[in-house]
């Protein structure tokens, strides 16, 4: 079992930065690979970033957006730099146990509440 508390969201301008955490619990989070969605509204979810043994990006973050992971705090961090009006959503943070498609929603076992990211123009 592994359990995901994201955090960080907030309101933001435009060009502005963020920092995303996701803190899970749980002896399973070192091999689990561990990804980012996001959700706007009256929008699908969509992949943002993964890592596990590689990382991966949208691309509509490469570039803006890194992933990074601290194994001793059990946390993984979405850092959000440039923003941008259409980077507003929710944002997910997702842990994937097994083998899956990294940027495929349905390969991920576990997902935290979600926080909100505001960007205005």
């Known amino acids: 079992q592994v359990q995901l508390v994201e955090s960080g969201g907030g309101l933001v301008q435009a060009g502005g930065s963020l920092r995303l955490s996701c803190a899970a619990s749980g002896r399973t989070f070192s091999s689990s690979a561990m990804g980012w969605f996001r959700q706007a509204p009256g929008k699908e979810r969509e992949f943002v970033a993964a890592?596990?043994?590689?990382?991966y990006y949208s691309d509509s973050v490469k570039g803006r957006f890194t992933i990074s992971r601290d194994y001793a705090k059990n946390t993984v961090y979405l850092q959000m730099n440039s923003l941008k009006p259409e980077d507003t959503a929710v944002y997910y943070c997702?842990?994937?146990?097994?083998?899956?498609?990294?940027?495929?929603?349905?390969?991920?076992?576990?997902w935290g509440q979600g926080t909100q990211v505001t960007v205005s123009s």
């Open positions: 890592k596990g043994s590689s990382t």
């Open positions: 997702a842990a994937r146990i097994g083998i899956g498609t990294y940027y495929y929603s349905a390969s991920y076992d576990y």
